[in-house]
Nanobody, 121 residues
């Protein structure tokens, strides 16, 4: 089994900052990409940022310059530093990992349970 556990969400005022963390544990052989997605009420889940094991980052323009993703491969942990938060950033943030559970076979996607981020005055 594989578990992804997020932490760091909460309530913050506009312009504030939060740091999310996600630790992957369990039957993990190797991890390809780790990242963050978010889903606001009534909207589809959308990409926030992903990072490969080599450090290549993918993120939309809506968060570039405000959100920074990083990763600690030795600890199977991914972080999301969010600065300059806007009310439109309010959503449940989900951690994702694409990983192998053995030396053979295909990689699969795993998801955390989500952590609420609310930006409001």
């Amino acid at each position: 089994q594989v578990q992804l556990v997020e932490s760091g969400g909460g309530l913050v005022q506009p312009g504030g900052s939060l740091r999310l963390s996600c630790v992957a544990s369990g039957n993990i052989f190797s991890i390809n990409t780790m990242g963050w997605f978010r889903q606001a009420p009534g909207k589809e889940r959308e990409l926030v940022a992903t990072i490969t094991a080599a450090g290549r980052i993918n993120q939309p323009d809506s968060v570039k310059g405000r959100f920074t993703i990083s990763r600690d491969n030795a600890r199977n942990t991914v972080y999301l530093q969010m600065n300059g938060l806007l009310p439109s950033d309010t959503a449940i943030y989900y951690c994702n990992a694409n990983l192998f559970t053995g030396a053979y076979g295909r990689a699969s996607d795993y998801w955390g349970q989500g952590t609420q981020v609310t930006v409001s005055s």
